[in-house]
């Protein structure tokens, strides 16, 4: 073979195996394309319904309580029984707390997985059966039949829970907010400092409150201005 045709031949040979190379490293980008965005995506599913609200009325991310406000929480109501209720329970951490020392539980959440979470801890913690956790909006639950409400809430929905907690709580319910009290309710008492503080509120004092507010706005003035006979 000439010398022309050996020449032919090899670069005939480095440019398959240039394209067989480039082919290779196409389908290996493509692969590891693929890996990442499907490994992104699945991070997002997982991640952010505990990072971000859940088509919420109000923004409240989920921030889990701390052990202090656990305590506290469960320290202002020792001498209290029967049932509660955690209004945005999260994890379920103040709920399954709550069963262990004797109360009937309940967590309401919009987060589904924060539910599945909840009702698996309990399960794992043992207190399955004294506890129950539901995936519902707030404003579209009654609270009538609890005894005992903790809620961890954000200041821009506190006045409007105030209105639907005395119109629905019968008169011996406690109320524990934690982080942000209540903005017109007294306090009985208060427990903590800082993010860790909870405020107490009794229902009959706030109901009565309500009661007497809507009584002022009803009643009907008892000296009236009345046009004059001689003008």
């Not at 029967?82 to 709920?95: H, K, N, Q």
């Not at 105030?162 to 007294?186: D, I, M, N, Q, Y």
């Not at 306090?187 to 503080?197: N, Q, R, S």
């Amino acid at each position: 073979m000439s010398q022309e045709g050996l020449f032919l031949d090899s670069a005939a040979g480095q440019l398959k195996s240039d394209v067989k190379e480039k082919k290779s490293r196409c389908r290996v980008g493509l692969i590891v394309t693929g890996l990442l965005g499907g490994s992104l995506v699945a991070l997002y599913a997982v991640a952010a319904p505990f990072v971000a609200p859940a088509l919420r009325k109000y923004c409240l991310p989920f921030v889990p309580a701390t052990k202090a406000q656990v305590e506290n929480v469960l320290g202002v109501l020792r001498a209290r029984s029967g049932t509660l209720v955690d209004i945005g329970s999260g994890d379920g951490r103040i709920v399954i707390a709550a069963a262990k020392h004797g109360f009937q539980a309940s967590g309401f959440e919009l987060n589904p997985w924060l539910v599945w979470y909840s009702r698996y801890k309990a399960m794992r913690e043992g207190v399955h059966r004294s506890t129950s956790f539901h995936i519902s909006d707030l404003w579209k639950v009654s609270f009538a039949q609890y005894s005992n409400v903790v809620i961890f809430g954000v200041p821009q929905m506190m006045d409007q829970l105030e209105l639907k907690l005395a119109s629905e709580l019968p008169g011996t319910a406690k109320v524990v907010a934690c982080r942000f009290p209540f903005p017109t309710w007294v306090p009985e008492h208060t427990a903590g400092e800082g993010i860790d503080a909870v405020w107490v509120y009794d229902a009959k004092t706030f109901k009565s409150h309500l009661q007497h507010g809507m009584a002022r706005t009803t009643t009907t003035p008892e000296h009236e201005d009345k046009p004059d006979a001689h003008t």
